[in-house]
């Protein structure tokens, strides 16, 4: 798996189909690239997995990726130092949660994922995730160590940003990144298929920060954030990380969801998503037009999921999710490719939560 910068419009978040390559690896920072939802265009930064929750995040992340060698700073805005995010604490201690719009500890993340970024392309993001510890080669075993030792390296790095943050949901964030890098990374030595979902956790967060930062360093955020009213949970406390250590009765019932989705919006996902709104075809703008009912529906869905789940993680990332769902779909209308990024985060919220089910159940 691969963390990426910016560039396509992913595909909803679900793992690829039986037969599908599995997803990326990390993307680094750099300049946005070109969009792509298709799966195929992706394909080579996709390292194994299955599932359709794994094309959307393989797309996303390959978008980020291809990005890498552009000169794309994922750095505050000249205001950093003021805290204007919504997402946050809520005056009665509520968490409120909305559309981010500043994250000082953007600067430093950036150079974060890139180093992780680069250290999965000694070969790793081309494995085979099907391929248990006691079938590898010793140039994959190798390979495999020197990603574990890089994941722990971020997750080590990552820890002064977690506790540097003041929005509640970015914590939780980092907090599962860092959580499923090691987890992922001690592994390794006895490495078993479903292990590779752990892996897919860890691209998923890291595209869910490298979006955030993106869409604030753009102006994707701060233009779509009138668009939808933050939401408020109740405040309760730090959730466990991982956020999932045994199969949830959500679980099911989330992937369900996703699946049908991904089905559901495939028509759109053809569409190429570096072209501005003003450039579409009439067919194209009749396909935009149509996805937007079912990605709000999609919203309302997670957002109730989410609520059902009883895991404090798992509700905070449906909530921010659905934020940037509806904001994106907002302003679908006028899209440009910026906007872009805040389909990103939705990818990398959702597709965390399905692969940490599918770790923890076996698949």
Known sequence: MNIPPHGQRPPPPLPPPP??????????????????????????????????????????????LVTRDGGY?????????????????APNNAVSVGIITNEPTCSAWGPINDALAAAQENGWQLRDPALPASAWTAAQRQQHRQVADAMRGAADQTEHLASATKNTVVRDIYQQFIAYAREYADKVPLYQPPDDHLARVTVGTSLALTSICAAIKTGAASSSAPFVEPSTLPNRGDGAAPFLEQPAPVC???EEHVLRYSMDTSAWR????????????????????????LMLASADRIEDLAEESQNIVIERFGALATEYQRAFAATL?????????????VTGLIGSVSDACRAVDGS
């Open 333 to 345: 209308p006028n899209y440009v490719p910026e906007n872009n990024y805040l389909n990103e985060v």
């Open 270 to 293: 053809q569409i190429d998503p570096n072209l501005a709104a003003q450039q579409w075809s009439p067919e194209q703008k009749s396909i935009n037009e149509a996805v937007v009912p």
């Open 252 to 254: 099911p019932r989330w």
């Open 73 to 89: 700073a994922l750095s505050p805005p000249p205001d950093a130092d003021s805290d204007q995010t919504t997402t946050g604490i």
């Open 19 to 64: 037969g599908e390559p599995p997803w990326p690896a990390q993307q680094p920072s750099g300049e946005p690239p070109q969009h792509s939802r298709k799966s195929g265009v992706s394909a080579k930064w996709i390292l194994g997995g299955l599932g359709l929750l794994t094309v959307i995040v393989v797309t996303v992340v390959a978008t980020l």
